[in-house]
């Protein structure tokens, strides 16, 4: 067992989630496309925050779920984000301190920008058109970085929207070379293929220099080198990272470690809401690398985690997933 105070530390957008049902009319007056993610600004924000009914909040934000996923599995966690002292900020602080996770930053006081919120409407037909005001979660910089938070975990794990500011670029080479300095992991999830079309020399710069390991989608890795075959952009990945990290959704898991690869299958299932499925799979692999496990009984936990939060709405898990791994024998 480590000593350090932390088994994973998060680094990433603190999002208030907030979801209500509604009628195709009203995304059609409100002119909300349906069906996809688009960001928005302050007013417009607010304005549709006002028009919703019945508004059931959930904290969210991709790498703040896999944290929450860390909590729910036992590991000792933390998370790094920036939230304002509002209403929004002040429930996130509480429901991640609620999860057992230790939100190590204040809301901000007197900040101009509110907390970040993701709107989403479900339609009738189950589809969710989603709002994004990124808000203050999208300033954070490494003043936010706390030494003694980064410098005393064994893994910290960073989210790859973060990277679309120079100040978020400096606050994970913060966070990873004070990780790594101490002895520590540093990985990252890739979170979107967009961003690394805008960013794509810094990520892999990155990914070569700075990090330990790397996690993303089938769409994610094959965005990195471009070579448009899934084992030549694995292979190229695993070149200069020594563990890489493939979801494929329902043809299972592909794991490079120290140019060793494994594949995983994975049970096909249908979902119920697939929203947090690759942010469960990091939480279940993450844990599975902290306690040593072995690359496929990793994968096999990261899977089992996705599982589970595919089964219901919501994009953090409902059961207790070191209960459902003991089902499953894999701890």
Known sequence: MSQKKYQVVGIGNAVVDVIARCEDAFLTENGIEKGIMQLIEQDRG??????MGNRVQTPGGSVANTIA?????????????????DDLGKFYAEAMTNDGIDFV??????????????????????ERSMNTYLGISAELGPEDVAEDVAGNTDVIFLEGYLFDKDKGKDAFLRAARTCRAAGGKAGIAISDPFCVERHREDFLRLIANEMDFVIGNE????????NNDLDKDLAAVAAVCPLVVCTRSG???????DGVRTDVPVEKVVPVDATGAG???AAGFIYGLVTGADMETAGRMGSTSAGEVIS????????????????????
């Open 105 to 126: 930053n204040a809301p901000v006081s007197g900040g101009e920008l509110p907390t970040s919120r993701c709107m989403v409407f479900v339609s009738p037909d189950g």
């Open 219 to 226: 769409d994610e890795i094959k965005s990195l080198y471009q």
């Open 69 to 85: 996923g860390a909590g729910n599995l036992g590991l000792r966690s933390a998370f790094i984000g920036r939230v304002s002292d």
């Open 279 to 281: 942010d469960q799979f």
């Open 312 to 331: 219901h709405i919501g994009p953090r898990p409902e059961r207790n997933l070191a209960e459902l791994f003991k089902e499953k024998g894999l701890i």
């Open 251 to 257: 043809d299972g898991v592909s794991i490079v470690k």
């Open 46 to 51: 607010e304005a549709l925050y006002h028009a």
